[in-house]
């Protein structure tokens, strides 16, 4: 639901569904588009029309074996793009694609690979995960070690990792992913900063909780990630995914899923496009949304005038761990293993067939018993086609589970409707329908 004008709920705008030239394994903003890559190849899609460009072969290994890691791709401000699989040695450990020559071209850049590259300051930054280093390159290729991460016995401590620009400084985000033997066994994230002197890290994360993607929206940086538990009986592992905005060496929960879903590891992923931060997300407690017609999963912004985090529209699909970028558009892919990725706001214009308005349980600051007369809503039909309709729908006492029940289908602005029942706490459904007009009702 589109919730940016003031006293006003509307129907969101559409995301418009597409399929790659194969499985997405990185993505990347930049001004000409959003770039992404294949096993074997690099795209750019136009942010304006959605049209892929095939860049040609990227040629990361000569038998293109070692495709880019999913971290493994940037941009400068010249428009080049840089690939790497994470190779610690070799020819090929970086490729560039040369954009700005007469007749652009692959070329082999650098023998070092990273599995995570960023650009700051003019200069390429990354972090290759196999030897637990932070490295920086110089124009012409040339790789130079800055920190290198060591455990307690002095060894590489190896651990997942990503950069992103932070102002003048380089933020890197460390996961440990822990044993078969579950959270006790070294479940963690930290974060790191590089300020061109040296490396500190400012910050330790909760203990079962698992980073997957840093965003710096609005001066502000953002982690997304899940926690992690043992299920009952401690046989299955059970995961919840939230996101912290993290400032001043400490985190705030900016939000997370209702409760914890078994064997579902899904992080959000975030970008920030149109002043919101976006991310799709699964949340058990809309298993009650889909009974009013609309799907258990969400594509969220998060408005930081407002503070409010709004529903916006039902992403065409859903994977654990999505990849994001953004140009005039914004875009989700599937990662690793998936050819989908949705473009937001569809190039048409069109909006949602329909939104849900879901209240929290509202109890008139009393816990006891109350009797629930009716409900009255104030809207404008849209003015074009039949106007669109609006539906109501009541629940009583809880929202997980919750149990809708109609009491209005095409209700009308200004009349009472009645709901003569009692309960301790009362939630309502309100479902925007556009019919056959171009954006529906607009709630007041």
């Known amino acids: ?44 899609i136009s942010g304006a029309s959605g049209a892929e460009t095939n860049h040609g072969t990227h040629g990361l290994a000569d038998d293109n074996s070692i495709p880019p890691t999913t971290r493994g791709i940037a941009v400068d401000d010249s428009g080049d793009v840089y690939l790497s699989g994470g190779k610690e040695s070799g020819a090929e ?27 700051l300051n003019n200069a390429l930054y990354g972090y290759l995960k196999s030897e637990g280093a932070l490295y920086s390159w110089s124009t012409s290729g040339s790789a130079t070690e800055l920190h290198q991460f060591n455990d307690a016995d002095g060894n590489d401590a190896e651990m ?13 985000m460390r996961t440990g992913s822990g044993t078969s033997a579950g959270p006790a066994s070294g479940f963690h994230t930290e974060l790191w900063e590089y300020d061109g002197v040296g490396v500190a890290r400012t910050l330790t994360m ?11 929206f609005q001066g502000s940086l953002f982690v997304s990630g899940y926690f992690i538990r043992h299920g ?50 699964r949340d058990p407690v809309t298993s009650a949304l889909a009974t009013a017609g609309t799907s258990s999963t969400r594509l969220y912004s998060y408005d930081p005038d407002t503070g409010a ?10 994977t654990a761990k999505m990849l994001s970028a953004a140009s005039e558009r914004f875009i989700f892919t599937g990662g690793s293993g998936s050819d989908s990725y949705t473009l937001y706001p569809d190039e048409d214009g069109s909006s949602e067939s329909s939104g849900v308005i879901q209240t929290s349980l509202f109890d008139g600051d009393s816990t006891l018993q109350k009797h629930w007369e009716s409900v009255q809503l104030e809207f404008d039909d849209a003015s074009d086609g039949d106007g669109g309709t609006v539906n109501i729908s009541r629940a009583f006492n809880s929202l997980e589970d919750a149990d809708y029940s109609s009491v209005q289908t095409d209700a009308a602005s200004g009349t009472e409707y009645k709901i003569d029942a009692a309960s301790r706490e009362i939630s309502l459904l309100i479902t925007l329908n556009k019919g056959t007009s171009a954006r529906g009702p607009v709630l007041k």
Do not use: H
């Open 232 to 281: 009952p009986g401690g046989t299955n592992l059970e995961y919840k995914p939230a996101i912290y905005v993290v400032s001043g060496g400490t985190e705030v929960k900016l939000w997370e899923a209702y409760d914890y879903e078994d064997n579902i590891a899904f992080a959000p992923s975030l970008v920030g496009w149109d002043g919101k931060l976006w991310f799709p997300a």
């Open 206 to 216: 909760p203990r079962n909780f698992i980073g997957w993607q840093m965003e710096v």
């Open 1 to 44: 639901m589109d919730t940016s004008r003031p006293g006003q709920v509307s129907i969101s705008r559409a995301a418009e569904a597409n399929t790659a030239a194969g499985d997405v394994v990185c993505v990347a903003s930049s001004q000409r588009g959003i770039y992404y890559a294949t096993a074997t190849n690099l795209y750019l």
């Open 160 to 172: 997942e990792g990503q950069l992103v620009a932070f102002g003048p400084r380089l933020m890197l």
């Open 309 to 318: 985090i709004t529903p916006e529209t039902t992403p065409p699909f859903l």
């Open 93 to 119: 450990a970086i490729r560039r694609w040369k954009a700005n020559i007469g007749s652009p071209a692959f070329e082999d850049w650098s023998a070092k690979g990273a599995d995570s590259l960023v650009f």
